[in-house]
């Protein structure tokens, strides 16, 4: 079963120096139908202008997994963490027991990234960041897992979160096809980060996201080069 969620149907935010979309209820945008999705809380489709960003603010018991879509975030926190995430690149931050952080675009040019912030397995992890670049070879047509607390990915190199869920991306090519297997009882939230792509049959065009149950096996066909991006949940 597949709902698609068309990216004109989303919440959003406008100001100076934050362009925002909404795939679910997040602060001022409440949409009853759109709480989450599993432990998938927040989905959010971000362009932040450059020398702009969010100042120190905090989080407590919360996975939060930002996917750099084009230019940079740089990240500082109160554990003295800091890097800067490049696009095609991957950062987590388990927010635990507790964390101030902020997150600046510092670049010269507008960046874009998903805000994928998922509920943790238990209350009260340690507080902890981590960044890792992931080689986003344009037309690999392989799904690549960028974070995870999946038993079966611990030796994966993927970024570690308190959830038996997972994050993955991949490029592909016009007309290449991939498959992705579920477990029983397992579900895909789907975002197109750019092209055009049929999934089962359904389209969905760029920025377009997907809820998709009661599948074994998930079929995903490239109309045009372009990324994707999926959470796999419990």
């Known amino acids: 079963m597949i709902d698609l969620v068309p990216f004109r149907s989303l919440g959003r935010f406008e100001n100076d120096w934050l362009s925002a979309r909404y795939h679910f209820s997040f602060a001022d945008y409440h949409n009853p139908d759109r709480m989450g999705f599993g432990p998938l809380r927040v989905w959010n489709d971000d362009t932040i202008q450059p020398n702009t960003g969010f100042p120190p603010h905090g989080h407590r018991d919360m996975e939060i997994v930002t996917y750099?879509?084009?230019g940079a975030i740089t990240h500082g926190d109160h554990?003295?963490?800091?890097?800067?995430?490049?696009?095609?690149?991957v950062q987590v931050m388990?927010?635990?027991t507790g964390i101030?952080?902020?997150e600046y675009n510092r670049e010269t040019v507008p960046s874009d990234l998903f805000q994928i912030w998922i509920q943790p397995d238990a209350r009260g992890h340690a507080p902890r960041w981590e960044s890792r670049a992931f080689p986003r070879e344009d037309g690999n047509g392989r799904l690549t897992v960028l974070a995870s607390g999946r038993p079966e990915d611990a030796s994966s190199g993927a970024l570690l979160i308190h959830q038996n869920a997972a994050i993955l991306g991949a490029t592909l090519t016009a007309g290449q096809r991939l498959e992705h297997r579920l477990?029983?009882?397992?579900?895909?939230?789907?975002?197109?980060?750019?092209?055009?792509?049929?999934?089962?049959g359904c389209e969905l065009g760029p920025r377009d996201g997907a809820e998709i149950t009661d599948s074994e096996t998930l079929l995903i066909e490239a109309l045009?080069?372009?990324e994707i991006v999926l959470a796999d949940l419990p």
Do not use: K
Request: no cysteine.
């Open 79 to 89: 554990l003295g963490n800091h890097g800067r995430t490049e696009a095609g690149n």
């Open 68 to 70: 750099v879509r084009s």
């Open 183 to 200: 477990a029983p009882g397992r579900r895909v939230y789907l975002v197109a980060a750019r092209g055009r792509f049929l999934i089962e």
């Open 100 to 102: 101030t952080h902020s």
């Open 224 to 226: 045009e080069e372009g």
């Open 94 to 96: 388990s927010a635990g």
